[in-house]
């Protein structure tokens, strides 16, 4: 089902289409029954482009994990029917290794069916991978060498991510830009549908890397393929490294708490099953999807605006939460109250013709019950109201400049160092640094507690911006003109962004309000503290294309424009709800559809940035064979 998805002014359903229409242009290019060998980390991205059922209709008979070893079908059953074997993998060179091994130990098994090998990337073919092929001689096994282009999975009506896991790494540390070649070409295909977009704004290094590589390629390819009418009105690119601050903090809406607290991953969260009643015989279709972990112990929902009350409950304050599924229960108590009164035929009918979507929405009901109470039991505990505390003050500037207590007793208890870092993190960009003496300490403290191979993480942070001596001091006037820190907020019925943290503005919203406001220039003091270069790039549409924008039905004298906000480095749920909350109000003439390279929150985004000297668990497949290699 793809209704959730055409839900906004632009219909991201188009895109869905097109990747599964690409994806099954690959599998038909695949004769006969197919085996289809994932990539682990694509499993979950590809099952929101296509169903299980899809890839049965298209002779998919058979699904493994990528993994060394003999590829399991030369013995199982129906192995004689499978005709191709298809790789669809990530343009890695470790997955190099294993799949070479695969095919090597499968030929070595021996069969007599011939079978014929074909290797697609996600999203795009890499030299350097079909040389290793070469080098480790399975190349030539292959009869298709390709490419299949899913730069941007639609999470929902106005969310696209690429789900690049280490894109922040990758782009700010180590300084591979594949990430943001990736995200040029996913804006110029976004463009050949939807439109060019007529103005471009930026903030960041990385916004101007691919700021430049889009105005190259529409140099290159010209303008015939850009002839749609533009359903954007501009776009901005903001790096990551414009906000260090936001996505440390505990996110506090109903979904910003699910993804603290759970795995939430390609718009599906996995929960500990026992609150959950048994699932009934014969699942639906959507439960049946590739994202589906049969093995897993876990309970997966997905978390699209399918589920009416998801969508009415997933940006809300989590102390909002309890009071919005009390009256959906009232109102539901009430829809079966009428059947009391139902005295005629005609009335029964219409209780009748009722009934499906009550149930739908009673068992939705007790879903997210369910979840609020597993989350409840954790906001409620000391632990956690001790932790907001502290980044309270931290945000507000208190007692930044000192040694925090709270973290030396989290040291000393050796508590998750996820933990710990956030804080120390949060003190520092708050500070605009630490003190000498006092970074020295937590760095003491962290390498005795946590060992010694912790102070490559500590390196990485500082190579990151996330821990460094302080400087000069520039966030206070920052917080200040950006009004971060808002003293009363109504949580149960917000006037203010601020509402996503109980009491802080994301200071990268805040930046978007400003520019579809006043304008950047109106806080040029504020734009020259943040680290890169500003951008604003005006593109000529092409011969014969107008800009037509629709108008509200409030008030047709108002256009209502929409602008694609595309976070480099990857972006929060909190992040996202408060823009979904601007594009509501009435005084705002924009809807924004969020673009990012990567949904995070602060434990995984610095889990992405930590170094380790363990095999990173989404490839130990592939690490076997480099155990000591750095991640």
């Known amino acids: 089902m793809t209704s959730h998805l055409n839900g906004s002014r632009v219909n991201v359903a188009l895109w869905r289409n097109k990747a599964r229409s690409d994806l099954l242009k690959c599998l038909r290019d695949c004769p006969g029954s197919k085996a289809l060998v994932w990539d682990n980390q694509l499993t979950g991205p590809v099952g929101l482009i296509a169903e299980y059922s899809l890839l049965k209709e298209n002779e998919v008979d058979r699904m493994f994990p990528l993994s060394p070893g003999r590829l399991p079908l030369a013995a199982g059953a129906g192995a004689s029917a499978i005709q191709s074997i298809v790789f669809l993998v990530r343009p890695k060179l470790e997955l190099m290794d ?81 990430t943001l070649h990736y995200a040029a070409r996913a804006l110029m295909k976004l463009q050949s549908m939807y439109g060019i977009i007529p103005k471009i704004h930026g903030k960041g290094e990385c916004a101007k890397m691919v700021a430049e590589m889009i105005t190259r390629m529409r140099r290159e390819v010209g303008d015939e393929q850009f002839r749609s009418e533009p359903s954007f009105d501009s776009i901005l690119l903001l790096d990551r490294t414009c906000d260090l601050l936001t996505p440390l903090p505990t996110q506090l809406t109903y979904e910003g708490l699910m993804d603290e607290f759970f795995e939430v991953e390609n718009a599906t969260g996995k929960f500990p099953p026992e609150k959950f009643s048994k699932a009934k015989e014969g699942e639906s279709e959507q439960s049946r999807d590739l994202s589906t972990d049969k093995k897993s112990d876990s309970k997966k929902i997905p978390l699209n605006s399918s589920d009416e009350m998801f969508a009415v409950l997933r940006d809300k304050n989590f102390n909002a939460v309890g009071p919005e599924l009390s009256k959906k229960a009232k109102t539901l108590s009430a829809i079966y109250d009428e059947r009391k009164d139902a005295r005629t035929v005609r009335a029964m009918k219409q209780f009748v013709s009722k009934l499906p979507h009550i149930q739908l929405e009673k068992s939705q009901l007790a879903t997210h019950t369910s979840i609020a109470e597993l989350i409840k039991e954790r906001t409620d505990t000391d632990t956690f109201m001790d932790s907001l505390q502290i980044q309270q003050e931290f945000m507000n500037g208190i007692d930044t400049d000192k040694i925090n207590s709270d973290i030396e007793d989290l040291i000393a208890k050796k508590e998750p160092l996820i933990k710990v870092l956030r804080l120390m993190c949060m003190q520092s960009v708050t500070n605009d640094g630490l003190k000498p003496k006092i970074f020295d300490y937590y760095r003491r403290e962290i390498i005795q507690t946590y060992g010694y191979d912790k102070i490559l993480t500590i390196s990485n942070l500082e190579r990151a911006g996330l821990l460094k001596l302080q400087t000069s001091r520039g966030f206070p006037s920052i917080r200040k003109t950006l009004n971060l820190m808002v003293g009363e907020v109504n949580e149960l019925s917000p006037q203010d962004i601020s509402y996503v943290f109980s009491g802080y503005a994301p200071l990268s919203v805040r930046l978007v309000q400003t520019l579809i406001g006043p304008g950047w220039r109106s806080i040029q003091e504020v734009m020259r503290l943040l680290p890169g270069p500003m951008i604003e790039i005006d593109q000529q549409l092409p011969d014969g294309v107008e800009l037509r924008r629709p108008h509200t039905q409030e008030n047709q004298d108002e256009p209502t424009r929409v602008c694609l906000v595309f976070f480099l480095g990857g972006v929060t749920f909190a992040e996202i709800a408060a823009l979904r909350f601007l594009s509501q109000q009435e005084t705002n003439p924009y809807e924004f559809i969020i673009a990012t390279t990567k949904m995070l929150n602060g434990s995984k985004w610095l889990q992405s940035i930590m170094e380790t000297l363990l095999p990173d668990a989404d490839d130990r497949g592939a690490a076997t064979a480099q155990a000591s290699r750095l991640r």
């Open 98 to 178: 294993v799949i070479a091994e695969c095919i090597k130990r499968t030929e070595e098994a021996g069969s007599r069916f011939n079978k014929e090998y074909n290797i697609y990337f996600v999203p795009m073919k890499s030299t350097l991978c079909c040389q290793k092929l070469k080098e480790l001689q399975v190349y030539g096994y292959f009869k298709n060498v390709s490419e299949y282009c899913l730069e941007l999975l639609p999470l929902d009506s106005d969310l696209l991510s690429m789900e690049s896991q280490l894109s922040f790494k990758e782009c700010y540390l180590l300084k591979d830009f594949t």
